[in-house]
């Protein structure tokens, strides 16, 4: 058995009713694990780019590429672990802060560029953009605070195209 590593895949897929289910039904019905799923239009009419972080070793990457590839409403499949790619997500973190801890949970915001969206006598619900290890890194940080509640929207990725060179 081979390392197993974390892999971002795109996909590629007509905007249909029954395409997600499927695709998920594909992870789940073979035991696949899904970290991440997210889902939206495309840059072409009708179409969605579907983004999935997922884990396995070499051969259970490429089993599940060509699962992918046979679903009827899959126009393309992208594995973007072994090339450069934009990755980001968003995260909302709802967050216990008194106001001996207030500055100090402020001061952690600031640091990852991040935003408090809300504010209540007892808390704040702070906003945080980023790849999965910068928001991970954060709610880490929080963490000792009381976190009371998190909503992730999971990965959405795109291959980066310029690398440098002229």
Do not use: W
Request: aromatic residues 4%; hydrophobic residues 40%.
């Amino acid at each position: 058995m081979g390392e197993m590593k974390e892999h971002t895949i795109s996909v590629l897929v007509e905007q249909t009713f029954d395409a997600l289910p499927r695709i998920a039904g594909l992870f789940s019905g073979r035991g696949y694990q899904i970290d991440s799923i997210s889902v939206g239009e495309a840059e072409e009419p009708g179409m969605a780019r579907m983004t999935i972080v997922t884990r396995g070793d070499d051969g259970v990457i490429e089993q599940i590429t060509k699962q992918l590839n046979k679903i009827v409403n899959v126009v393309k499949v992208t594995d973007l672990t072994y090339e450069p790619f934009v990755e980001r997500e968003l995260a909302l973190v709802k967050v216990t802060a008194t106001q001996s801890t207030r500055s100090e949970i402020m001061q952690i915001v600031n640091i990852f560029r991040a935003k408090i969206v809300d504010i209540s006598p007892k808390t704040l619900t702070v906003e945080c953009t980023g790849s999965r290890a910068k928001v991970q890194a954060i709610i880490g940080m929080l963490r000792p605070f009381g976190i009371r509640e998190i909503s992730r929207t999971g990965s959405v990725a795109l291959k980066r195209e310029f690398r440098g060179e002229t």
